[in-house]
């Protein structure tokens, strides 16, 4: 089945250092892959995505780049705020058809906190 | 154009008794999902439904119903809760475009506590 790894957290920065969370996946097929952002006592929020290999997904200063060779989607960011704190997940979905229907299979999540 | 709604936010149950979690969802997605994280587990689905009158098993589905009587709207039942069903739970729903279910929107999840 899928799967999808990540670095285990906590995650202490300070402000404007540089982020990378690791992520690596197992999946048959082309999966799409996602990096969702859950800020305090919030739902999850779409951060980015990649749609297929070498695709890069950009928001809000963050990256990450879907490398199929390495089954990885690390996120990366140069300088990181105050209010870059949250938790990340990353995740993959299958593409519909068959008996996928774009269920959304999570890493564990990794708590960033950046002081300031 | 309120996205994901649920309802209640938060509830305390004690052992045994039951209770129905609301999802509505005002984008006319046809998917919708409910989730529960639990402190390094990440989510883990419970149930789905890819459209009114439908509905499936996700990977963590003994203990829970689910209906879908709308197409906006989705419930999570507990008949009898458990101590272990205290988790937060997330409802989440998405649309098809050529054949890929892209992104899912989530609600601001139930904070729910079983004694």
């Known amino acids: 089945g899928n799967s999808v790894t990540q670095m285990e957290g906590p995650v202490t920065l300070s402000e404007e250092a540089f982020l990378t969370i690791n992520c690596t996946y197992t999946?048959?097929?082309?999966?799409?892959l996602f990096w969702y952002v859950q800020y305090p006592g919030e739902g999850l929020q779409l951060l980015l995505k990649a749609t297929k290999a070498d695709d890069k997904g950009s928001n809000k200063g963050f990256e990450a780049t879907y490398r199929k060779e390495t089954t990885s989607f690390h996120l990366e960011k140069g300088s990181v705020q105050v209010s870059d704190s949250a938790v990340y997940f990353c995740a993959l979905s299958e593409r519909a058809g068959g008996t996928s229907y774009g269920k959304l299979t999570f890493g564990q999540g990794t708590i960033l906190t950046v002081h300031p | 154009n309120a996205g994901v709604t649920q309802t209640p936010k938060f509830r305390v149950l004690k052992t045994g008794q039951s209770m129905t979690l609301l999802c509505a969802q005002d984008m006319n997605h046809e998917y919708m999902y409910w989730y529960r994280q639990d402190p390094g587990m990440g989510l883990r689905l419970i149930h789905y439904s890819v459209g009114e009158g439908t509905t499936a098993k996700g990977e963590v589905p003994d203990g829970y119903n689910v209906s879908r009587l709308k197409k906006q709207n989705f419930l999570l039942g507990l008949e009898s809760a458990a101590p272990s069903q205290t988790s937060v739970y997330f409802c989440?729903?998405?649309?098809?475009?050529?054949?890929?279910?892209?992104?899912?929107?989530f609600g601001p999840g139930t904070r729910l506590t079983v004694l």
């Open positions: 989440a729903s998405s649309y098809e475009i050529g054949g890929i279910t892209d992104t899912q929107y």
């Open positions: 999946a048959t097929g082309y999966p799409s």
